[in-house]
């Protein structure tokens, strides 16, 4: 049993700054995930990516929060951040932590609970 459990959202004034953190608890089992990152779904929008990061450090941002979010992982802890600067209320929403393990040719995808981060004007 492999879950992602988010922390980090809030309200905060347009500006300024959260720290988003996804910690994996699994049942003993040792593993590393090959890709984490994080996704975002606004009230009546799709859900799409914010940014992700591979195994090697491959990262890749949407170009809407290039600039402003950095993300990083501890991949001995199968934990992933992302700290969110220069907020804005576009990027209110709820953000997802997602995170891909590989065995072999088989994928399986995990999804955090979500967490809300809304940004005032």
């Known amino acids: 049993q492999v879950q992602l459990v988010e922390s980090g959202g809030g309200l905060v004034p347009a500006g300024g700054s959260l720290r988003l953190s996804c910690a994996t608890a699994s049942s003993g089992i040792t593993f590393s995930f090959s890709k984490m990152g994080w996704y975002r779904q606004a009230p009546g929008e799709q859900r799409e990516l914010v940014a992700a990061?591979?195994?090697?450090?491959?990262?890749n941002y949407r170009d809407s929060v290039k600039g402003r979010f950095t993300i990083s992982r501890d991949s001995a802890k199968n934990t992933v951040y992302l700290q969110m600067d220069s907020l804005k209320p576009e990027d209110t929403a709820v953000y997802y932590c997602?995170?891909?393990?590989?065995?072999?040719?088989?994928?399986?995808?995990?999804w955090g609970q979500g967490t809300q981060v809304t940004v005032s004007s």
């Open positions: 990061i591979g195994s090697g450090g491959t990262i």
């Open positions: 997602n995170a891909e393990r590989r065995f072999g040719v088989t994928i399986t995808v995990y």
